[in-house]
């Protein structure tokens, strides 16, 4: 299958054959004359042989896409036969020891859909250089270890662009002489001190407005922030400007880091690959996580926006000053950065529910990539292109990482570690190790076994044994790793266990930390006054399976008497998981009925104790998805999945109505709307009570529903009784729908929503009005953000529709891959991760999904993005 594929889609980059750059860049001066359809860039870059290199080397750019018009050295026009071009790169042979490069060349912006370089986005051009798109917009060393300060000259039309910005201080502005082939331009100057990447650069272009504050350093800077937006949204900007004061302070408080340019600015465009870019001083934002107000974002969105203002800002520091040598090293900014906003997030808002949170995502997306075909270390060793792997893998497995470095040395060592890590490491492009070595430094511990959780993928499971004998306990822990793609071996890792034992009051024994460093572990207590549980991993100290032979009762013990959140939480999760597991014929409890009587009670308990917070009773109320019982079964068969997960609900609503009617009554939350952790997670118990009071659609919910839905201020609780009207199989949906559409349609962000809820409804003849939704005005397959709404949606969280037994789902699905594939291939590659799992499912699926899988595969004129994915998840087939 390899062989008959074009031999570029096969050249892989290695860790392996890092090598530093014969050449370093000292300055680059670019100047822009932008223009939708012919766009002229000069780049003059001060190039230098880099200090050990004997002369002679060639020089070699990096550049797909551009028509170049002019090369010259030192203001010397090259002949032809001076350099040489290809697809993929400028080669110039022989250069000076050090020298001016100036080259000119011209680049097409509006057609740009796959949104990589420079594009536009309704009207205004933008740029989104992460990972290798600075090389669609001039020659290049397009790679993160070559560092240069950088002036920015941008040119344009003033009346369709009066906003001209890119990154660092500006420098000066002003109307360019009146001319006939460019009456009413003008023009700015940007200058960045701060050597940076060139996958940091950004430019913004157009008609925007803007808001406006002020922040003071500690050490007395000034620094004027701005959020631009398009002049419409301009009201639904302030709670990113306060997100983005938050994030500031906190990262002087927390890690000791302070802005460093006169300027912060954010950017909302609508046409975005990714959640947001950290480009030095001029972050780019999906407007998804920027815009917002009460009556068209959810408590869902704020906490989002809070979430990544956080986190992009923070990369000024991890990620910006101190860069990653290669994108073998991606893990080094992203699971640091992300670790860093958990941490924010854990601050402003609930801490055990954030942890909850966090490893619910974790569960959700980077258990099931650890498990399959597309497992990969958080430290990758090969790509073929880096874009694929910008996965939970390197983000959130990485954070993890990151986290029990911290558990293992201590908060002081682990503040003093990063103080050393970004002293050091100032200005330049660092590597994994050299983030680790600082973890030693500070500790003086050998982290030497820690570092294979950066080169093995793959879940550890840690399996649990016990003995009771009379007072005295032992408890045996062994570890053990299955195989993944090209890692049969896995060796023993260090992995950090917080554990306690609980008896039916509560703790027996006070948190200890144990270091599983071998394969297994035997501990033994004695003087115990009862049986105890063991709660392992509390806080989810280490990103692991437990396979723990818990009973149900065991399991009720630490979900109503363990002091740990987050196993309280587990547990019941895990639970009410193995019940649904159970009705559908694949779990280990006996009487799943009587059970769930027993869980209904426990909840009822949490329901109505004073002491927990209402956000903690809505995680633990939440009913495990479709999704992640398939997630959790060994033969995936969607359609026992979906009926045994209708029966848990309705045996639990039965038990629970009165108190669910009660809790729905009680937090609903009195005006003015604020979206702060507290009111959010009154809103989340309501809404989530309402959920499950939808289990069984009667006409007296409904007509909460549609009370909720008519007296509504705010998109939290008209999104929940929206949705779960899309959910429900009654005559009011239809007009439900409609209506919201009709209400909405002038709110794309909000139309976004309302395609996602059709493309999650699970009921008959669910495929054909999301084919339908296809041909909608407001679907738009080149808006990423349309895509995931209704195609990413629709394959990653429906099951049931998904995988309907006809392969129908699949069919749809494949031919939308297709379709977007010239588009955008990184957002058609991402979306090819919702067949992850087709290895387990029941053999009529599998067949289907894999015979897919295969013809993509062997698809003549795929971009590397989807081949690379395709290969990877059909291998060995
Ligand atoms: N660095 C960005 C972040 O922190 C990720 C990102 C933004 C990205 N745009 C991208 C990655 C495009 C790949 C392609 O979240
Ligand atoms: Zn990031």
Not at 517 to 539: D, I, W
Not at 733 to 760: D, S
Request: net charge negative; charged share 25%; aromatic share 10%.
């Amino acid at each position: 299958m390899k062989t008959d594929t074009a031999p570029d889609k096969v050249n892989k980059t290695w860790l392996k054959d890092y090598q530093q750059p014969d050449y370093g860049i000292r300055h680059t001066r670019l100047e822009f004359e932008l223009s939708p359809q012919k766009t002229k860039v000069l780049a003059r870059l001060q190039i230098g042989l880099a200090p050990d290199r004997a002369e002679g080397e060639p020089l070699i750019l990096d550049g797909e896409g551009l028509e170049l018009v002019a090369v010259r050295i030192d203001g010397q026009a090259l002949a032809e036969d001076q350099y040489e071009v290809t697809d993929t790169q400028l080669i110039i042979p022989r250069v000076p020891v050090s020298f001016t490069l100036e080259t000119e060349v011209f680049i097409n912006p509006a057609g740009n859909t796959a949104l990589s370089g420079l594009y536009m986005s309704n009207g205004m051009f933008c740029t989104q250089c992460e990972a290798e798109g600075f090389r669609h917009i001039t020659y290049y060393m397009d790679r993160p270890d070559v560092l240069s300060t950088y002036d920015v000259r941008i040119e344009a039309e003033k009346a369709a662009n009066p906003v001209l910005l890119a990154n660092g201080n500006p420098v000066q502005s002003g109307d360019l002489p009146e001319s006939d082939e460019r009456p009413g331009w003008h023009f700015a100057e940007w200058s960045d001190p701060h050597p940076k990447p060139c996958y940091l650069f950004a430019l913004v272009a157009g008609d925007l407005a803007h808001v406006e504050d002020q922040f003071q350093t500690k050490s007395g800077r000034d620094v004027t922030l701005r959020v631009f937006v398009q002049p419409e949204n301009v009201g639904k900007c302030d709670y990113t400007l306060d997100a983005l004061k938050r994030s500031m302070a906190w990262d002087e408080e927390t890690f000791g880091r302070e802005y460093d340019l006169d300027i912060f600015m954010i950017v909302a465009v609508d046409h975005f690959n990714f959640g947001a870019m950290e480009n030095k001083g001029l972050n780019i934002f999906n407007s998804a996580y920027v815009l917002a107000s009460p009556e068209t974002a959810t408590d869902m969105d704020y906490e989002l926006i809070e979430g990544i203002v956080a986190h992009e800002y923070f990369h000024n520091w991890s990620g910006n000053r101190v860069t990653c040598r290669d994108w073998f090293q991606l893990c080094l900014k992203e699971g640091f950065t992300v670790f860093r906003d958990q941490e924010f997030s854990a601050d402003q808002r609930s801490r055990p529910v954030q942890r909850i949170k966090d490893v619910r995502r974790l569960w959700q997306s980077q258990f099931p990539e650890d498990a399959g075909p597309l497992a990969h270390p958080v430290r990758p060793e090969s790509y073929i292109t880096i874009d694929n792997f910008y996965t939970a893998t390197v983000y959130n497995k990485g954070a993890e990482l990151v986290r029990m470095m911290k558990t293992l040395v201590g908060a002081d060592d682990f503040r003093r570690a990063t103080d050393i890590y970004f002293d050091r490491h100032d200005g330049e492009a660092a590597t994994v190790d050299d983030f680790v070595i600082c973890m030693e430094e500070a500790s003086g511990r050998d982290l030497g076994q820690f570092r294979r959780w950066y080169s093995d993928a793959g879940t550890p499971e840690i399996s649990v044994t016990d003995n009771w004998d009379n007072g005295n306990y032992t408890l045996t822990l062994t570890q053990k790793t299955a195989p993944t793609p090209g890692q049969p071996e896995k060796p023993a890792r260090h992995i950090p266990v917080k554990l306690a034992l609980v008896g039916t009051d509560g703790p027996l024994t006070d948190e200890e930390l144990i270091e599983l460093e071998g394969e297994a572990k035997t501990l033994t207590f004695s003087g115990l006054p009862e049986k105890p549980v063991p709660s392992l991993c509390r806080g989810f100290s280490a990103p692991v399976r437990l396979k723990q032979a818990l009973d149900v009762a065991d399991r009720l013990t630490l979900i109503q008497s363990d002091t740990d959140p987050f196993n309280r939480w587990s547990q019941a999760h895990l639970l009410a998981q193995d019940l649904i597991k159970s009705f559908a014929g694949q779990g280990k409890i006996d009487q799943p009925e009587e059970a769930v009587f027993a869980y209904a009670n426990a909840l009822g308990v949490i329901l109505q104790d004073e002491t927990l917070e209402p956000a903690f009773k809505a995680e633990i109320l939440r009913v495990p998805t479709e999704s992640d019982i398939v997630r959790s079964v060994e033969i995936i068969d969607p359609e026992a999945i979906g009926t045994a997960r209708k029966t848990f609900r309705s045996i639990l609503l039965k038990q629970l109505r009165p108190l669910l009617m009660q809790a729905w009554e009680a937090n609903r939350t009195a005006p003015p709307y604020s979206p702060a952790a507290e009111q959010a997670g009154q809103r989340g118990l309501k809404n989530t009570a309402l959920a499950l009071l939808m289990a069984e659609p009667d006409d007296e919910v409904m007509s909460l529903i549609q009370k909720q839905i008519e007296t509504a201020d705010n998109m939290t609780d008209e999104a929940a009784a929206v949705s779960l009207a899309a959910f429900a199989d009654r005559p009011e949906r239809e007009q439900i729908l409609a209506g919201f559409y009709a209400k909405w349609q002038h709110e794309t962000l909000v139309v976004n929503k309302w395609l996602a809820w059709q493309a999650l409804s699970g009921l008959p003849g669910a495929l054909a009005e999301i084919q339908r939704l296809m041909a909608h005005e407001a679907f738009d397959l080149r808006n990423p953000n349309k895509v995931r709404a209704l195609i990413g949606a629709f394959a990653m969280e429906n099951p049931g529709t998904f995988h309907l037994a006809d392969g129908s789902g699949y069919a749809f699905f494949f031919d939308r891959i297709r379709e977007l594939d010239p588009v955008n291939p990184q957002v058609a590659a991402r979306l090819l991760t919702a067949t992850e799992n087709w290895r387990r499912l029941e053999p009529g699926r599998r067949g289907k999904l894999s015979e897919k899988l295969k013809a993509l595969c062997a698809t003549e004129g795929l971009s590397k993005n989807v081949y690379e994915m395709a290969e990877r998840l059909a291998d060995g087939e």
